[in-house]
């Protein structure tokens, strides 16, 4: 363990952050994460958890919890514009443990979060500090020195050997310490909803995600029977981040009756999510590295921004315990992950551009849709699906 017996900080207790202390705390590591607000947020929606992912949580314990808060779908039903019927419906469910090692499932982020930090409670070596309003970081070659702000409190300094911001798509960590970019704004705005099941009965299946695609648009929807709602997320193009108070459209929703039933029951109900991307090679500099959407935010068109950041956890968690150095740690880091991680944001980008693909080149993706059939999918996402943090 680098510098032994000396504390490990994180900088945010999201995802990422939480996934990272509880694998560094199995290898026996002090972990301190540093939480600005002043418990878990349960703001956000619906997340999915890929086998590439699922993979890591299971192997640190996660299983049980995960399963008891998420939901396997048996598919993904995909809907051109206006069609009655799916085109296809893609399947996941039992195959893609029997294909991958693990399951796809979905869940709400809070549940995620929540499971990650009653984890983290089981293990005396990980100390969450919530309602930390500032902290200041120095550096030197001992390590860092984390001088906190609590609320209500006298500031305190605390020594370790190293510093991970896992602090969001707009990190401090990114921005000050490595002197990194300013998240770029992606031009589009995800719309978030959450709704009871029975507003879409007879709508989407109750037991599969569905995809529906529209003039400048696409909508995922999918159960959360945990919770007893359905997630929604419609993600159009927004020429800047001030976004109004419900999705603007380029259709009359009467052209499809599906996505006017759904526009209906969710009215009032939508919350505007500005994307932005990260585009940096700096994901370290001396004993401070980032990770997460810290480190490489990207477009969500693959729905995998939470398991790049779990990928990471697992990635790095080792390599920070068996590097006297946390430098060398984070470079080996850096350079094993870089590669992987433009793939999967270069493949969101190119979903992003096919998904809101103009007639009549729409009709062409459907068609590439149609033949591609049920199974076509894994075989194509085999390299993301498969990737295994274990067998680098």
């Given at each position: ?145 984390v001088t906190i702000q ?233 390299w993301l699906y498969g ?6």
């Amino acid at each position: 363990m680098p510098a032994a017996g000396r504390s490990i900080f994180i900088a945010g207790a999201g995802i990422g952050g939480l996934t990272l202390a509880l694998a560094l705390a199995k290898f026996g590591a002090h972990v301190v994460v540093l939480e600005r607000s002043t418990g878990l947020s349960a703001f956000g929606a619906g997340l999915q958890i890929s086998p590439n992912a699922r993979r890591v949580l299971d192997r640190l314990g996660l299983s049980d919890a995960l399963s008891a808060r998420s939901f396997e779908p048996a598919g993904i039903d995909v809907y051109p514009f206006a069609r009655a019927n799916p085109l296809v419906t893609m399947d996941l469910g039992g195959v893609m443990p029997e294909r991958f090692g693990a399951a796809y499932s979905v869940m709400h982020r809070a549940d995620l979060a929540e499971a990650l930090y009653e984890a983290c409670r089981r293990f005396a070596n990980i100390d969450v500090l919530f309602g930390v309003d500032d902290w200041q970081v120095q550096t030197g070659d001992s390590g860092v020195a984390v001088t906190i702000q609590e609320a209500g409190a006298q500031s305190r300094t605390l020594r370790g050997a190293a510093l991970i911001g896992a602090d969001g798509v707009h990190s401090r960590t990114r921005t000050e310490l490595l002197t990194g970019p300013a998240a770029t704004y992606a031009g589009r705005i995800a719309w978030r909803g959450l709704l009871p099941m029975e507003a879409l009965a007879g709508q989407i299946a109750p037991d599969r995600v569905s995809v529906l695609f529209g003039p400048g648009l696409h909508l995922v929807c999918y159960p959360l029977p945990h919770r007893r709602q359905v997630n929604l997320v419609l993600f159009n193009r927004h020429k800047d981040e001030a976004a109004a108070d419900r999705p603007t459209l380029a259709f009359k929703p009467s052209r499809s009756t599906r996505l006017q039933a759904i526009f209906a029951a969710a009215a009032g109900q939508w919350t505007p999510w500005p994307l932005y991307t990260v585009a940096t090679d700096r994901w370290h500099r001396g004993p401070v590295a980032v990770l997460g959407d810290a480190a490489h935010a990207m477009e969500p068109f693959q729905a995998q921004g939470a398991a790049m950041a779990i990928e990471d956890a697992a990635v790095l968690a080792p390599l920070l315990v068996a590097n006297a150095n946390p430098a060398e740690a984070f470079a080996r880091y850096q350079a094993s992950r870089q590669a992987r991680v433009r793939r999967v944001a270069a493949l969101s980008r190119s979903n992003g551009r096919i998904f809101h693909l103009p007639w009549p080149l729409s009709a062409a993706r459907d068609v590439g849709i149609r033949l591609q059939g049920r199974r076509g999918h894994l075989r194509r996402l085999q390299w993301l699906y498969g990737f295994d943090t274990d067998a680098r």
